[in-house]
């Protein structure tokens, strides 16, 4: 019996064409999904430079979407019983009306014509000027955001996301405010509005772009000026490596070297590739997973995103249901953090000593914004009279200019932190 099986496998070895160089990378999709890698389980290090962002621009963000909620309403304002619950929504950690009058040179407080006791909100003429710099710049890249939809939807399984998964996205991918009216609808050949069958409303991609399937991080390989790892993957002779930057102390260890030597050895397999012949519990599988997520930062304009955001799209972007263990798993390519009383993930190598590496001009419209909020901090009470205005068209503002200029700060964190940590990735459910 086993002299058969011997002959039968010489035969079929013997009369099996050679594979051509450029199919190499095609064959461990279909036979190498196991390599058996030791999984190192690392301890969570908390990092004071990502903490310190997420802090400053969970409140920029919160302002900004207020101030299109002000401009999308019919009065030109909001009243405070109108954003009374949309605390937990805009991620503050105080009540929306304080946080409003922290800002004067954004948010113009005045009394209701009727109900002299109800506070109400418009935007101030500071505010209205950088809100028209963004619709400049919105207008100036709209090809850039209709790559990054367009990639976004050419990752899932049937080209389609729910539009309440995409509306949480859309500040952190830089699509302008009502995207889905002014924007969607100027490219009827590529978006077309659906009803799922669960009846939600979906947008749907009709054509796929080829020149839009590259991932990041094979663009960032191949636009080095060594691309000598590139041309060898294009010909199936190597794999894609993910840039590491590990927390401090854990790229010596020997044993997480080790691992992630096998882990980078692993085949890559593009986000824009279908999986769904992978096994869902092989290794192969992880390192797909790795590159979504991977992929899906690398195309928000502050390289980081709510947990719970890329949760609402597991299904439709086929991950596992405990994906987010990937974060705690893999330190030296993404930080979770904890800040702000909710769970953001960063990409590392976004960042470069606290600042980001590449900004998009819209990035740089938000530190501006942020400039005037923190400029009405200091003179609350008195409005936006003592901000200049001419400050406001500068490009970059000096008072943000020595900001993460020193080296990230690592500590590690107690146990009951880390308990915490581990509480988060038991609780990944549906």
């Not at 035969?11 to 036979?31: G, I, K, R, T, V």
């Not at 068209?393 to 000096?398: A, F, N």
Request: proline residues 6%; contains cysteine.
């Amino acid at each position: 019996m086993n002299f058969k099986l011997r002959d039968s496998l010489l035969l079929f070895l013997n009369s099996s064409p050679p594979y051509e160089p450029s199919q190499l990378h095609l064959l461990p999709h279909h036979f190498h999904q196991w390599r058996g890698i030791t999984k190192v389980r690392l301890k969570w290090v908390k990092n004071r430079s990502f903490d310190h962002i997420i802090d400053k621009e969970t409140e920029l963000k919160a302002a900004c979407l207020l101030k299109d909620a002000i401009k999308r309403s019919p009065t030109g304002f909001l009243t405070s019983k109108s954003f009374a619950d949309w605390q937990k929504l805009l991620g503050l950690t105080v009540p929306v009306l304080r946080f409003m009058r922290r800002y004067p040179t954004i948010f113009h407080e005045f009394p209701h014509s009727q109900y002299s006791n109800l506070p109400c909100f418009r935007l101030t003429d500071t505010s209205l000027l950088l809100d028209s710099q963004e619709q400049s710049i919105h207008l100036a890249h709209e090809n850039d955001v209709v790559e990054r939809l367009c990639r976004l939807l050419m990752m899932t399984k049937t080209r389609t996301l729910p539009l309440k998964s995409l509306y949480p996205m859309k500040w952190d991918l830089g699509f302008p405010d009502n995207f889905e009216k002014l924007l969607v609808p100027k490219y009827p050949d590529l978006f077309r509005f659906i009803k799922a069958s669960n009846g939600l409303s979906c947008l749907r991609l009709l054509q796929w772009r080829d020149e839009f399937a590259v991932s990041e991080l094979q663009r960032s390989k191949e636009g080095c000026e060594v691309g000598d790892e590139y041309r060898q993957f294009k010909r199936g002779q190597t794999t894609l490596s993910f840039p590491l930057s590990f927390p401090r102390g854990y790229g010596a260890q020997k044993k997480v070297r080790a691992w992630m030597e096998e882990f980078q050895k692993l085949p890559y397999i593009s986000p824009y590739e279908d999986s769904r012949n992978l096994d869902p519990s092989s290794d192969l599988m992880e390192k797909r997973v790795v590159g979504v997520l991977h992929e899906i930062l690398s195309l928000t304009l502050h390289k980081k995103t709510k947990r719970n955001y890329l949760r609402s799209m597991r299904e439709e972007l086929n991950l596992p249901q405990k994906f987010t263990r990937i974060f705690t798993r893999y330190p030296g390519i993404f930080y979770l953090s904890l800040k702000c009383k909710t769970t953001t993930v960063v990409l590392r190598e976004g960042y470069q000593r606290g600042k980001l590496v590449n900004p998009h001009p819209l990035i740089r419209l938000r530190e501006k914004f942020y400039h005037v909020m923190r400029t009405g901090l200091l003179y609350r009470g008195k409005g936006e009279i003592f901000l200049p205005q001419e400050g406001i068209m500068l490009d970059s503002m000096e008072s943000e200019g020595e900001e993460g200029e020193s080296e990230e700060e690592e500590v590690e964190i107690d146990d009951e932190c880390f308990e915490e940590i581990s509480e988060l990735e038991e609780s990944d459910e549906d």
